[in-house]
């Protein structure tokens, strides 16, 4: 560390410096994020409540109004204004604190003490993260052939020991929706918890069902359905970070309560502690600011590209590895594998990722994504051949 203090100048001609190394959103060149450039709106909100901790609210008891309004926000996106939860640091955490809320409730509730997930092979990589954590035994689902969970599979590997099934609502490589009405009535029947991890879905399928596509119901519609992760940090336009967990039932928090005897509130469900009050400040900003029929409007173009994109993809010769549902695309060269034409596409200047199963040029077509940008991509792969 230097021993004495720098200039402000000096500071921030090194913060440029480092922000100059990084990629920029605008560019349009970052095509595997599900992240991006936050809303103007959200940024000056952000701002102005970075002294909330929202780990010891009893201190911000405004802050803490604000978080319940957005998760009251987000419960009527979901058909449960009633539900419970909180504002985290994003997908991971909320999917996280699901499966804790899970299994301890199995624990409680049916005496489970060897503990086995059910996990569809599409299902983000938090989920393995939270089973080493928690010590539990995945049974990885297989996938039908349009990549969602197999629900006779499913049904052959339910046991005793079974103390969740996830079900995905925009999975992460491909946009998939699981069959969520079926897994629901599984669940609900056999009394089993069901986390619908919504993380990329949960910004957009509840504004498309309004613009009449026609997507399977995946939310606290269906009666099985247990809790649900939904992150405003991606098609949400909240800044980094900003993931929420949503529960049916006030007792999925309360299986998680831990005595918190010297900060203003007697307990904590939560996994971290000292929280963001500025994440709960902009994401409310953003949810009042846009309102319902600003997403639509955001969720409506960012469809229009998918498509676009697609198109131009097939009119170009390249496969597309299934029909877009959500804002995703993966494609395929006839002549040349995924790694070689990312490479390619690397050496100018996008950044796209792939996707693994099945394996293709994976492009998240998020809103910094523009029509002009997709263009420009076509052309480079037009120069390719
Ligand atoms: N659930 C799903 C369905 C996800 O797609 C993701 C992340 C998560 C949970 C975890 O969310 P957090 O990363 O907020 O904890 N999906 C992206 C991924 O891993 C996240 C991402 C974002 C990747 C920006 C790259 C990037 O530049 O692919």
Redesign the pocket.
Known sequence: MNKKGLTEETIFDQLNDFQKKDLKYNSGR?L????TKPHPIAIKAYTKFLNSNMGDYGLFPGTKRMEDEVIQMLGGLLHNEQAYGCVV?????A?LMAIRAARNTAKKEKGITSPELLLPKSA?F?FKKAADLMNLKCIPLELDDNYCVDIDFLNENISKNTMAVIG?A???ELGEIDPLPAISDICFDKNIYLHV?A??GGFIIPFLNVLDYDLVDFDFKLDGVCSI?T?P?KMGLAPIPS?AILFREKKYLDVMNIDTPYLTMKQQSTIVGTRSGASVAATWAVMKYLGYEGYCEIVKEVMFNTHFLAEELVKNGYELVSNPLLNIVSFNSKDCSPEVLLKYLKNNGWIASLSTCPPGIRIVLMPHITKEHIIDFMDCLKKRS
Request: proline fraction near 0%; aromatic fraction near 0%.
């Open positions: 970052i595997g994020s599900m992240c640091t994003g997908g991971t955490e999917n983000h938090s995905v925009g999975t992460t991890d993380a990329l992760t992150d940090h993931g």
